[in-house]
């Protein structure tokens, strides 16, 4: 979902950029510039224990909430 959300906003991302996650090296090197971008924009957030967790599925709720974050960035 991340990797379709910097596409759909265009974003310009930096390989292996290091994200702040705490697994951050469970995150595959060709998704963690799109992990960091993410993040860096608010986009997607981790109250958990500040992990990405790359292989979990999203909720109707969690895909919801980054959509709309998603919109009000697009809207900047």
């Given at each position: ?53 790359s292989d979990a599925k999203a909720t109707r709720?969690?895909?919801a909430t980054i959509l709309l974050r998603m ?6």
């Amino acid at each position: 979902m991340a990797v379709m959300i910097a596409y759909a906003l265009k974003l310009t991302i930096e390989e292996n950029e290091p994200t702040g996650f705490t697994d951050e090296k469970n995150i595959p090197s060709w998704a963690k510039g799109v992990a960091a971008a993410m993040k860096r924009l608010g986009i997607m957030q981790r109250q958990v224990a500040n992990r990405f967790d790359s292989d979990a599925k999203a909720t109707r709720a969690e895909a919801a909430t980054i959509l709309l974050r998603m919109l009000e960035q697009q809207n900047k």
